[in-house]
Structure formats: C-alpha cells, structure tokens
C-alpha cells in the first residue's frame, strides 16, 4: 500500500506578548516599594502617635501644666491631611479635691489643626482650633480672685491666700497660665471658634450670676512669640450671645441680645500673666431689657423726688426698663474693671438714665462710679414746665419770668429736663446724690414776694415823703 502523503504544511500563528522596557518596570517596581513603605510608615506614625497622644497621656500632661483633674473621653488624631487634626472629645477640666468646687470646664469637642512638623521645631502652629458646646463655669471671689483662674494656676505655685490681696496688688507670681513659661515656643493661631456654648459666672461680692447661653465667639488669626509680646498677642473678636442677668437671691435682673467686635490682649506683656485686655462695641438687640430692682436704678429713682421743690411728683417706677440713644454698650475691660467709652442709657417710663463715659464698675469687688444724667422725655418735659410756670403765677409776672428762666438754666438742656446724679460705694448698694443742686421753687417764689411788697412798701413810703430828691 502506498503511504498517504503528508498533509500540507501550514504555519502556526503564535500570539505576541508585549514586553515593558527594563527601565520602566523597575521604576514602577522602585514606586510600588515606595509607597508600600509610606503607607507602613504612616500606619507606624499613627501607632505611634496615638501612643504618645492618647487619652491618658494627656490627662497627666494636662495635670502636671495646671492645678484641674482632667478628664478626655476620646482622642483622635488624622496625618492624612495638612495640616494634622486632633480632635478630643468629652473633655472635662474640674478643680482639685478640697478646692473650691465652684468652677469647672466640660467641652464636647475640642478640635486643633496643627502642623506637625512646626511643633517639632518648638513652633506651634496652629491653623484652627474649634470648641462646640462647651460649658464654663466660675465665680470672681470678693478678693479679686476666680475659681477659674485657681484652676489654671501652675501646681508648682503657692495656692494664693483669698482675701490676701486684692486685685489692684497682684504680681507676677498670682497664678494662672504663664506664657514666659513657655518662652522657647512661638505660637500662631489661624482662629478660634467657640460653638454653641455657654459661660456662668458668678460675682460673689455684687451677688450677680450672670448666664451666657448660645455663646458664639470667633477670633482672628494671630501670633503669640513671648519674646515680643507687645508687638504680638492682640486679635479681633466677634461674639454673640443672649445674656441672663439673674441675683443669687432669686431676682430675675434682665435679658441682654448682645452682639459686636471687640479687640483683645491675650497676656499681659510686662508679666506674661493671662490677663485678657479687651476693648469693644457691642449692639443690644431691641428684645433687650432690664428689671428695674436692680439697686442703682431704685435708688437713682428715689433721687428724682428732688424735683418736688419745683413743684413736680415723678411717677411710680415701671417693672421693666429697655435701652434707649445707641441701643450699644461701647467699653473696655481689664482686671476685672469695666469702663464705660460711650454714653450707655436705659429708658425707665418716660426718664432715660444714661451711664457718661468713664464710669467704671470693679466686678470682683462691686466697688463703682457711675457719673449719670436723668432726662425726661420732650413731652414730659413740656409738662413739667407747664406745672413750673403755674406754680410762680403767685408772684408778680417779672419776678415769675426770672424764676422760669433760672429753673431753665440750672434743669433743662435741649428742652429736655436733666437731672445729673453721681453714684459710688458698693454697687450693689449705691450711695446717689445730685451734682447739682435744684432750686427750691417755693422758697424762691416766697422770697420773690417778700420782695415785692417790701419795694412796693419802700415806694409807698418815699410817696408819703415827698418822693426822690430832684
């Protein structure tokens, strides 16, 4: 048998592979490595991080820089954005057992930017710090002393002896957070926001408690270097907050709608104490409002029964009184003092009692002065000078017009009726008095007419005698 013949021949087609160049697999290899040990060192940093900034860590680095215990819920740091976020939550500073329990300080969430790698350097850089929902609470002792600031003092320091010294003779050595202390670093803050929060304070010598609730404060970038504290340290400030003015005895004192800007000093620049330096101008909302017990407005009332020696019975004091020229409060604070830069008055029924610039109050130790003017409204004044004028019809009419004319000239400005009063002692139980004295009216409507009749006398006896010489 013939063998059949081989089948044809046909070429296989064989599938190509693509080869990377030499050079760029390895390049792509060298990445892949790269990243793979960025990613292990970032979890390690991270590990490593939240080692050193845990919970517990800074509860005792808190403890040892400030006389509180310390409380952190939770710590949360993230290094996968610039610059690095630290979030605290539940943080809770309280004061030390057996020290006064009066103060405390609770903040949901503390968020810090920080950059990293400046902190290293001794340079705190911090592009935003956010508080929301924080609640603090202190008291102004009638030495001039806080609870708060006890609380904030160093542990290394003598507690300072209440009643020692009062707030006109502190030093360096009071207490408190020093930035001297950390002289080595130099700090820069981006902003600072406080949310939603709310202050309680309470002044222990005026007997005022005074509420800030939705609390709302920003304040604006700034640099803190403690070598050069007075060319650095100062921001500005935006705040808003609805104020409740309340005695430790009960009395419901008024409701303040505040907002405004302010500019403020940090730390004082010759002691490196805390000693915030603020100067502002805040607006008062129309809800604004004042009850009238509060001490120097009852006693700046009762001063205005003067006015009875020209003839005029002032109304029974209204329960409420509300804001009246700018409706704002334009003041500087230091130490404790609040000092008055713009007139401030209130609207008492138809009087406005308005507070002159540089009247000061001394929270800590409800020491004041308190220069005042007591104006009547344009239509009360009208009738007030209907009442004067009828109560001179009894003396003759030139002698009626002097009398007008001199009551115009020592009470009324402007058409208005002014009382100036001056207020100082304890604020809380003023010592008011007129700078001025007010005419007594019928006095000087009797002597007028004694007067009177003794020249109509005297000219009746020169007729009797022949008249003048010639």
């Known amino acids: 048998m013939q063998s059949s013949p081989p089948p044809p021949y046909r070429p296989t087609r064989s599938r190509s592979r693509r080869r990377a160049p030499k050079g760029k697999s390895k390049l792509l290899k060298v990445f892949i490595g790269f990243v793979a040990v960025f990613v292990l060192l970032l979890v390690a940093a991270l590990i490593y991080l939240n080692t050193l900034i845990s919970e517990d860590s800074l509860e005792a680095q808190l403890e040892r820089a400030i006389n509180s215990e310390v409380e952190i819920g939770d710590v949360d740091i993230s290094l996968l954005g610039y610059p690095t976020r ?7 500073l309280s004061p030390k057992e057996g020290d006064d329990p009066s103060s405390s300080v609770k903040i949901d969430t503390l968020e810090l930017d920080v950059g990293l790698w400046e902190l290293m350097k001794h340079h705190i850089d911090i592009s935003k710090i956010t508080i929301k929902r924080a609640e603090i609470t202190s008291t102004y002792f009638e ?29 360096a050595d009071e207490g408190g957070f020093n930035i001297f202390d950390q002289e080595e670093f130099v700090a820069s803050l981006g902003g600072l926001v406080i949310e939603d929060s709310r202050v309680d304070i309470t002044l222990e010598k005026t007997g005022l408690r005074i509420r800030c609730d939705d609390v709302h404060l920003e304040l604006s970038s700034m640099r803190i270097d403690p070598n050069n504290l007075k060319d650095t340290n100062t921001a500005k400030v935006t705040l808003s907050s609805m104020v409740k003015l309340h005695s430790t005895k009960g009395w419901h004192y008024g409701d303040l709608d505040v907002s405004g800007d302010a500019t403020a000093r940090i730390f004082n620049p010759e002691t490196g104490n805390t000693e915030p330096d603020v100067e502002g101008h805040i607006d008062l909302a129309e809800s604004s409002w004042l009850n009238t017990r509060i001490p120097v407005i009852t006693s700046a009332w009762q001063t205005l029964s003067i006015l009875e020696k020209v003839g005029i019975n002032v109304a029974k004091l209204p329960e409420k009184a509300t804001f009246g020229r700018s409706e704002a409060v334009a003041a500087h604070y230091h130490l404790g003092k609040i000092t008055v830069r713009e007139p401030l008055s209130i609207w008492v029924g138809d009087w406005e009692l308005a507070a002159m610039d540089g009247s000061w109050l001394q929270t800590e130790t409800d020491q004041h002065e308190i220069n005042a003017e007591l104006l009547a409204s344009v239509k009360s004044s009208e009738n007030f000078l209907k009442v004067i004028r009828t109560v001179v019809k009894l003396v003759p009419e030139k002698v009626a017009d002097l009398l007008v004319k001199d009551v115009e000239e020592k009470l009324f400005r402007d058409d208005r009726l002014l009382v100036k009063v001056r207020s100082t002692g304890d604020f809380s139980d003023p010592k008011i008095r007129p700078v001025e004295g007010v005419p007594d009216l019928f006095e000087e409507a009797k002597k007028a007419g004694t007067d009177a009749l003794k020249n109509k006398a005297e000219d009746l006896l020169r007729g009797l005698l022949g008249g003048d010489d010639e």
């Open 86 to 92: 630290l979030t605290l939550s539940d943080v809770v």
């Open 143 to 171: 030495d001039g002393s806080t609870s708060l600031g006890e609380m904030f003092r160093s542990p290394k320091k003598d507690k300072k002896r209440r009643g020692s010294s009062g707030s006109s003779e502190r030093d």
